[in-house]
């Protein structure tokens, strides 16, 4: 009989965290590309209460972030043991990659963003999700 083989739990935890603030700052590179920036929440020239597109953007991240640590961890929890097919692994690598390709592009581009507001949108989007990250790893270590 074959014996389980398990990750450290700080492995599993720390590359989670990683994956999931990955994503979240693809996100926010793809969503300033079409307009949904993170600094319009901090604006003072509008006169709307909150502008739509940065709240949309907000949850957007902080989603990415939180699925993306949740899931890397339940993949990662689970691909020691060998229950991950071989296909389904090269699928999601597959689409890691086209994510992380797209918002290298948007990211190559002129910002359409001023450069101080830009700046303080990529750190709050970074500390978002790095939070966000974490709690979705930290949820799906518990579960398991």
């Given at each position: ?13 720390g ?21 949904l ?34 899931f890397?961890?339940t ?12 296909r389904?692994?090269?699928?999601l690598i ?11 592009q948007?990211a ?5 963003l001023p ?21 979705g ?8």
């Amino acid at each position: 009989m074959a014996e389980t083989n398990y990750f450290p739990r700080r492995l599993i935890l720390g590359g989670a965290m990683i994956t999931g603030v990955l994503l979240a700052l693809a996100v926010h590179m793809l969503g300033a590309r079409y307009g949904l920036d993170l600094g319009g929440l901090w604006r003072s020239d509008t006169r709307d209460f909150m502008p739509a597109g940065g709240a949309i953007a907000w949850w957007l991240i902080a989603s990415a972030g939180f699925s993306g640590g949740y899931f890397t961890a339940t993949l990662m929890d689970s691909a020691v043991s060998g229950q991950i097919p071989q296909r389904m692994r090269q699928f999601l690598i597959a689409i890691g990659v086209l994510v992380l390709a797209g918002a290298g592009q948007a990211a190559s581009a002129p910002s359409p963003l001023p450069t101080v507001s830009g700046v303080l949108a990529g750190l709050a989007a970074l500390v978002l999700g790095a939070v966000v990250a974490f709690c979705g790893a930290y949820f799906a270590l518990r579960k398991a």
